[in-house]
């Protein structure tokens, strides 16, 4: 148990409050203006300890800092390079400097918001929701260990702005091929895009012994991103590798390009050997890429945008929902459906003529039971007057 006393200050008497926290340390909070004061806060304390909701205070004051650099270590061991490195710029440019010094003791939820409206002033949705994300993960650590009760960066309405997709772009069987010819030695590879799904980094570590030649299939194994200059090789992206199906004439093209290769060798290399790097689409660029795609007259098109043109064609050429998710490597049947909405309108279609007919055919079958004068009106609303 612990115990009330008195003390003098310059304002007057006061009291303090000494009490065991769980750990069996001591410790005391003063400052207390009555005796019913310290009285009572000193059975909150035997209350949270007893029912084994007690927070020490102190470990409130430790500042946003301290606890950056633990998340983000346990953040760097288990996502890919390209997935970590947005949220360390994130941390180093916009959480650290507002949020570093700060204890998260004294961090409001009101003055979160402030600062997400803040960069909802000078920044894109993706950034916003990116850095806002990383302050309220922490702190979401911070209640986990047992720093703070509640995390001041979730709950009520945050004002994160909501991303708008922009509208994909689907080549057609011609355009791709009209793209894959001005592209010139790198036909192959803008195919191999088109028609399978892989991402770039998946396509830049394929090796010749990922390419199944008999069962015209590819297995996605491996992972080669440019992160800050530098190609980082790992799994695939969620650690998730795949079979993906190649058409017939795709299957021929690579047997003819790996022949004279061995096992090992990257299928689509540097001139050096190495791995590409991801080739530059942005405006002003002259890239290959670029240069094919404004021959072509699609001059916004983006290398990942080949992904959605492959799954234009799938569903063009019947693949459902299931498939076309393990194709690209999807987490689930919704995330594709929810990227790809707009390609299954003709399922949508298809139930609506299917409810017309089965509903006239059932009608029909009515009619024919019911006797001469009482009949179904034609649209089957009612009977016949």
């Given at each position: 148990m612990?115990?009330?006393?008195?003390?003098?200050?310059a304002s007057?008497?006061?009291?303090?409050?000494?009490?065991?926290?769980?750990?069996?340390?001591?410790?005391?909070?003063?400052?207390?203006?009555?005796?019913?004061?310290?009285?009572?806060?000193?059975?909150?304390?035997?209350?949270?300890?007893?029912?084994?909701?007690?927070?020490?205070?102190?470990l409130?004051?430790?500042?946003?800092?301290?606890?950056g650099p633990?998340?983000?270590?346990?953040?760097?061991?288990?996502?890919?390079?390209?997935?970590?490195?947005?949220?360390?710029?994130a941390?180093?440019?916009?959480?650290?400097?507002?949020?570093?010094?700060?204890?998260?003791?004294?961090?409001?939820?009101?003055?979160?918001?402030?600062?997400?409206?803040?960069?909802?002033?000078?920044?894109?949705?993706?950034?916003?929701?990116?850095?806002?994300?990383?302050?309220?993960?922490?702190?979401?650590?911070?209640?986990l260990?047992?720093?703070?009760?509640?995390?001041?960066?979730?709950?009520?309405?945050?004002?994160?702005?909501?991303?708008?997709?922009?509208?994909?772009?689907?080549?057609?069987?011609?355009?791709?091929?009209?793209?894959?010819?001005?592209?010139?030695?790198?036909?192959?590879?803008?195919?191999?895009?088109?028609?399978?799904?892989?991402?770039?980094?998946?396509?830049?570590?394929?090796?010749?012994?990922?390419?199944?030649?008999?069962?015209?299939?590819?297995?996605?194994?491996?992972?080669?991103?440019?992160?800050?200059?530098?190609?980082?090789?790992?799994?695939?992206?969620?650690?998730?590798?795949?079979?993906?199906?190649?058409?017939?004439?795709?299957?021929?093209?690579?047997?003819?390009?790996?022949?004279?290769?061995?096992?090992?060798?990257?299928?689509?290399?540097?001139?050096?050997?190495?791995?590409?790097?991801?080739?530059?689409?942005?405006?002003?660029?002259?890239?290959?890429?670029?240069?094919?795609?404004?021959?072509?007259?699609?001059?916004?098109?983006?290398?990942?945008?080949?992904?959605?043109?492959?799954?234009?064609?799938?569903?063009?050429?019947?693949?459902?929902?299931?498939?076309?998710?393990?194709?690209l490597?999807?987490?689930?049947?919704?995330?594709t459906?929810?990227?790809?909405?707009?390609?299954?309108?003709?399922?949508?279609?298809?139930?609506?003529?299917?409810?017309?007919?089965?509903?006239?055919?059932?009608?029909?079958?009515?009619?024919?039971?019911?006797?001469p004068?009482?009949?179904?009106?034609?649209?089957?609303?009612?009977?016949?007057?």
């Amino acid at each position: 148990m612990g115990s009330v006393s008195s003390y003098q200050t310059a304002s007057g008497k006061r009291y303090r409050v000494r009490y065991f926290k769980p750990d069996h340390t001591h410790t005391d909070k003063r400052g207390f203006r009555t005796k019913r004061e310290a009285e009572l806060f000193l059975a909150t304390v035997e209350t949270a300890k007893a029912a084994g909701t007690y927070l020490d205070p102190t470990l409130g004051r430790v500042k946003v800092n301290d606890l950056g650099p633990t998340w983000l270590a346990a953040k760097r061991a288990t996502l890919e390079p390209s997935s970590f490195a947005p949220l360390e710029v994130a941390w180093r440019l916009r959480v650290q400097p507002r949020w570093g010094r700060v204890a998260i003791a004294d961090i409001s939820h009101s003055a979160v918001k402030t600062w997400v409206a803040e960069l909802n002033e000078r920044s894109g949705a993706t950034v916003v929701i990116r850095t806002y994300g990383v302050l309220a993960s922490i702190l979401d650590d911070a209640v986990l260990d047992r720093r703070l009760p509640l995390n001041p960066a979730r709950g009520g309405r945050m004002g994160l702005p909501k991303k708008t997709p922009g509208r994909h772009i689907y080549l057609s069987h011609a355009q791709v091929e009209a793209l894959a010819q001005a592209a010139g030695k790198h036909g192959t590879l803008i195919r191999v895009l088109a028609y399978t799904g892989l991402r770039w980094g998946e396509v830049a570590g394929l090796r010749v012994e990922n390419v199944d030649l008999q069962k015209s299939r590819i297995w996605v194994s491996e992972n080669a991103v440019e992160v800050g200059g530098t190609i980082h090789v790992g799994t695939p992206k969620s650690h998730k590798v795949r079979y993906v199906p190649m058409p017939r004439f795709l299957r021929d093209e690579l047997a003819i390009r790996m022949a004279a290769m061995k096992w090992g060798q990257l299928v689509f290399p540097t001139d050096s050997g190495g791995h590409m790097k991801r080739v530059r689409t942005s405006h002003g660029s002259k890239s290959w890429f670029k240069t094919a795609a404004i021959d072509i007259g699609v001059p916004t098109l983006k290398i990942h945008g080949l992904r959605h043109t492959t799954a234009s064609l799938a569903v063009q050429a019947g693949a459902n929902v299931k498939a076309l998710q393990r194709m690209l490597g999807h987490a689930s049947a919704a995330m594709t459906l929810d990227t790809y909405a707009d390609l299954f309108d003709d399922d949508i279609d298809a139930v609506s003529r299917a409810l017309d007919h089965r509903r006239a055919m059932q009608l029909r079958d009515l009619r024919q039971t019911l006797p001469p004068h009482a009949g179904l009106d034609e649209g089957g609303v009612g009977p016949l007057r």
